[in-house]
């Protein structure tokens, strides 16, 4: 039976995202307060999102490190240690070996073992450099993105912590922390005022953004679970708190909200948006930053998901791994715009890929999008 597999490591996923997500907003909380950026010296305006890079990706890897021991987990993460271990980063190292602590000091309150004591430096960066797999089609792997969608986090909107396994080139466990993404969906602003041309995802009250949640699944089940965020010192009481998500129903194009990647560097809005014409969908894109776009199909918050990006530029499987097992096991259908599913067995890069990626609520509204894909194509200049 599926559904008696991966126990074991959906149960330490979902509580290491968990820790993950708290740090995240722990980070953004010192970011928008800016006494963190003083604390390391650094004029960098992206240092906040390293520093919650590399802190993520050293707690998740020391937390699987632990459970399932060194020898037995492949790692497969955005992060490569070398920026780190220079002599010239030792202030950033610093501000990681911190966090990363106060981070694992929590880890009872979530079911976890934290270190017996604090983690030197050096052992932050093996934690680092043991997510150094390139994958491949045999065997086991973790697929880890620490923090998805960059400008998200640094404007205080949209991103997430992405965690899947792989096993034998398939996708068996997707969990998904949105720490900005709020568990009741009227908290959204989905459509803004005219003067704003193009709806993006953000939240109804700013002091909402801690009310996050974590979604997970696993292969087979037919099921997406969404757990939210805990707040203050409580004790996760997991899964006891968490509820079934399910994707929209919703099978017609012109009632149908589609979601794509707010910069235009990441995705092709003019082509979507003739797609989206051809197709009949008559509501604006709904952009929204980092894979927390499969987590609004997953909840049924949006019905479609489109990415095409630029020619020559390669998807990388972290960038998507939780996110399509989430959406299928909700009920939907993803794959590229060809119709194949996609191939998580080539190592870092989704090789073969079609143009681009559609992710639907149904099969209906997919297999509509995917016909008029070739029409759009001809006519545009991609
Ligand atoms: C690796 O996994 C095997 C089988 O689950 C286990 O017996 C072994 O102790 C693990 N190795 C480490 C270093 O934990
Ligand atoms: C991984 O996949 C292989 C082949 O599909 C299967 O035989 C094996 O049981 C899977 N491993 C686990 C832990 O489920």
Redesign the pocket.
């Known amino acids: 039976m599926e559904d008696d597999?991966?126990t074991t490591e959906l149960n330490v996923a979902v509580r290491a995202v968990h820790m993950a997500c708290l740090l995240c907003q722990k980070v953004q909380k010192g970011l928008l307060s800016s006494t963190f950026v003083d604390q390391f010296k650094s004029k960098d305006d992206s240092s906040p999102v390293t520093v919650a890079d590399w802190s993520v990706q050293a707690t998740i890897s020391w937390i699987l490190s632990e459970t399932f021991g060194c020898d037995n987990v492949s790692i497969v993460a955005e992060e490569d240690v070398q920026t780190l271990s220079k002599p010239e980063s030792a202030n950033l190292l610093e501000v990681v070996v911190k966090t990363v602590n106060e981070c694992l000091n929590e880890a009872p309150r979530f079911g976890l073992k934290c270190p017996a004591q604090a983690l030197g430096s050096t052992q932050i960066l093996e934690a680092i450099s043991r997510c150094n797999s390139a994958g491949g089609p045999f065997g086991?792997h973790w697929v880890l993105d620490p923090v998805d969608g960059t400008v998200g986090f640094l404007r205080g909107s949209q991103y997430a912590v992405a965690l899947a396994l792989i096993?034998?080139s398939?996708v068996?466990i997707g969990v998904l922390g949105c720490p900005n993404y709020p568990i009741k969906n009227d908290w959204l602003v989905k459509n803004q005022p005219p003067c704003q041309a193009t709806p993006e995802l953000s939240l109804t009250n700013p002091g909402m953004w801690e009310e996050g949640c974590i979604l997970y699944t696993r292969r087979g089940s037919g099921e997406a679970w969404m757990q939210p965020l805990l707040h203050g010192n409580k004790k996760l009481i997991w899964p006891n708190s968490a509820k079934l998500v399910r994707v929209s129903s919703i099978e017609d194009p012109e009632l149908a909200t589609f979601c794509e990647p707010v910069e235009q560097a990441n995705t092709n809005h003019a082509f979507t948006a003739g797609l989206a014409h051809n197709v009949g969908l008559r509501k604006k894109p709904l952009r929204v930053h980092s894979m927390v776009k499969y987590a609004a199909i997953a909840r049924g918050d949006a019905e479609i998901f489109m990415k095409f990006a630029r020619a020559g530029y390669k998807e990388k499987i972290w960038d998507h791994a939780a996110g399509v097992l989430l959406v299928q096991e909700a009920g939907g259908v993803v794959t590229d715009a060809g119709g194949r599913a996609l191939d998580f067995s080539k190592g870092i890069y989704l090789e073969g890929l079609d143009r681009g990626i559609i992710a639907c609520c149904g099969a209906k509204l997919h297999e509509k999008i995917i016909g008029s894909v070739y029409a759009s194509w001809d006519s545009s200049n991609l």
């Open positions: 597999k991966y086991k096993n034998n398939k068996v």
